[in-house]
């Protein structure tokens, strides 16, 4: 079976560090990749999505960036963290085409 | 402008009951809707979906139905159970890939036993 893991859980950064989180998938090959963000209250943003190593969509502009070093690696980056990047982040991953999302944990970041 | 809404923030159902859930979108090219359920501190875990070509899919106790033309999806609870008790996100997408979802913001489901 397939099995997503991504950490931290939580993470408490100040403002002007870099952010690295990661996630990994496994029991799949060749997943489709993606972080969301969800704001308090709000649902899920789309920030990137990956079809493939080396492959980054980003869909906002932002002070993140995101790499693919490898099939089932994800990692969400950030040199200097701004306060607005406080969120709760959940890498997720699909098989192509019609296919639900199969999400993580979660990562819950403040930034003070 | 948000493209997938869910106009109720939260919802109170007593057990045994129906619960039903709305969510409406805008953007006519959205042909692929889902729906996941979310306890606190942990991802969105799917629930069920439906193409843009049905109307009705059907899963145990949960049922979507799709109105294409009010642009307009429900989720169906029956019987409630208070495990059901989450935030239930809707979802659409087009170009066949669902994991490029468009999110609304969720409706918080209590179950009471």
């Given at each position: 079976s397939q099995t997503i893991h991504q950490w931290p859980a939580t993470l408490v950064q100040p403002v002007g560090s870099p952010l690295s989180l990661e996630c990994t998938v496994e029991g799949t090959s060749n997943p489709n990749l993606y972080w969301y963000r969800q704001a308090a209250g709000r649902g899920l943003q789309l920030l990137f999505y990956s079809v493939g190593i080396g492959q980054i969509s980003s869909e906002v502009p932002q002070n993140l960036s995101a790499s693919r070093p490898q099939d089932r690696q994800f990692i969400l980056s950030s040199k200097k963290l701004l306060l607005s990047d406080s969120g709760f982040y959940l890498c997720a991953w699909s098989r192509p085409r019609n296919s639900p999302l199969h999400f993580g944990n979660g990562t819950r970041l403040t930034v003070t | 402008d948000q493209q997938v809404k869910q106009n109720s923030p939260s919802l109170s159902v007593q057990e045994g009951r129906i619960s039903i859930l709305n969510c409406d979108y805008t953007?006519?090219?959205?042909?692929y809707f889902l729906w996941y359920k979310k306890y606190p501190a942990e991802g969105p875990t799917f629930l069920i979906s439906i193409s843009s070509i049905k109307d009705k899919n059907e899963d145990g106790r949960f049922t979507v139905f799709l109105n294409k033309s009010a642009k307009h999806l429900s989720l169906h609870i029956v019987?409630?159970?208070?495990?059901?008790s989450a935030v239930y996100f809707c979802a659409a997408s087009e170009?066949?890939?669902?994991?490029k979802s468009t999110f609304g913001d969720g409706t918080t489901l209590t179950v009471k036993p």
């Open positions: - | 953007n006519s090219m959205f042909d019987p409630s159970q208070p495990g059901d170009d066949t890939n669902a994991g």
